[in-house]
């Protein structure tokens, strides 16, 4: 039996968002404690956490006196953490009901360690409900897709549990798993890929996660949280950011994704396929960006 679920939320200048999606956290079964995780953000945001902590007994505040960015806030979070199992939590983000109850039983079904549920992106105005049935309503898959820049998606349906190191970061870890393994504090900036980094690392000492279609959770709308975050920065900082920290992460990985996840090129090549990728996903935003009409005035 475990002492139940610690759950790690690392925050920057967004008291303002977990307004919206604390509670889905304090609804999960089994949960000892919420942490909040402040890196490094404003005496204003921190006494607003600190407000909103206030009202449930099991949730505490973390403060961190300089920024130290999503990966080494997540490791904080673990050393605080006092249960058996952690889950990541994202301040955007709302967990649907039984979220962790059904990520630690399917987790403990197949024999993992670390397991991920699906992740829906909420359209503008569009309500958890209907995010969730259109979820449902997309054609199921046997396997993650990944694709030739080692791209994959959170917000796939798939047919069932399915062993696979590529994870959203949103993961319920066994806390033993800290003993061998660490998300990497030199994935600077929007760390992107700091999470499959972490699973790559596990899957080489071992240790397999699984993704499970059947725990949700509902990202908010993109345009409607503004400010702050872990990962908020310009676009052009944005990307270059994204570009450094795909060259670190194939530095790290490239090898073990060619040798046992099918995974072909080079880390050259791999990079090109990757930057082509993010370049023609920046022209697609922008070209629709472009066709939204103004509301009339």
């Known amino acids: 039996m475990s002492n139940g679920i610690s759950i790690v939320i690392p925050t920057y200048e967004r008291a303002h968002v977990l307004e919206r999606t604390l509670d889905s956290y304090m609804a999960q079964v089994d949960v000892k404690e919420v942490i909040l995780i402040d890196d490094g953000g404003s005496e204003a945001n921190a006494s607003h956490l600190r407000d909103l902590a206030s009202v449930h007994d099991n949730t505490r505040v973390v ?3 300089d920024r ?3 990966p080494q806030a997540r490791m904080h979070g673990v050393q605080e953490a006092s249960a058996d199992y952690v889950l990541f939590g994202e301040d955007d983000v709302i967990l649907g009901p039984e979220f962790s109850e059904v990520l630690l039983a399917h987790g403990r079904a197949m024999g993992v360690e670390v397991v991920a549920g699906a992740v829906v992106y909420l359209r503008p105005s569009e309500r958890v409900s209907d995010g969730r049935a259109r979820y449902l309503a997309q054609p199921a898959v046997p396997q993650v897709p990944v694709d030739r820049a080692v791209g994959y998606r ?3 349906r798939l047919e ?3 062993l696979t190191a590529f994870l959203p970061g949103l993961m319920l870890v066994n806390r033993r798993v800290f003993d061998r393994v660490a998300f990497d504090s030199r994935y600077r900036g929007n760390a992107y890929r ?3 980094d972490f699973t790559l690392h596990a899957w080489r000492s071992g240790i397999r996660s699984a993704r499970c279609p059947h725990a ?3 990202h908010l709308p993109r ?3 503004v400010g702050g975050g872990q990962h908020r920065m310009p676009g052009w900082r944005y990307e270059l950011s994204a570009i450094a920290n795909n060259w670190r992460f194939l530095a790290r990985n490239a090898e073990h994704l060619r040798a046992s996840h099918g995974i072909k090129g080079s880390n050259i090549a791999l990079q090109l396929r990757f930057i082509m990728d993010r370049a023609r996903s920046v022209i697609r935003a922008k070209i629709a960006a472009s066709k939204v009409k103004p ?3």
């Open 160 to 162: 069932g549990d399915v």
């Open 68 to 70: 130290v960015g999503q």
């Open 194 to 196: 700091e999470e499959t």
């Open 154 to 156: 959170s917000d796939i």
């Open 63 to 65: 403060r961190l006196r």
């Open 223 to 225: 345009a409607e949280v």
């Open 295 to 297: 509301p009339l005035t």
């Open 216 to 218: 949700l959770c509902f």
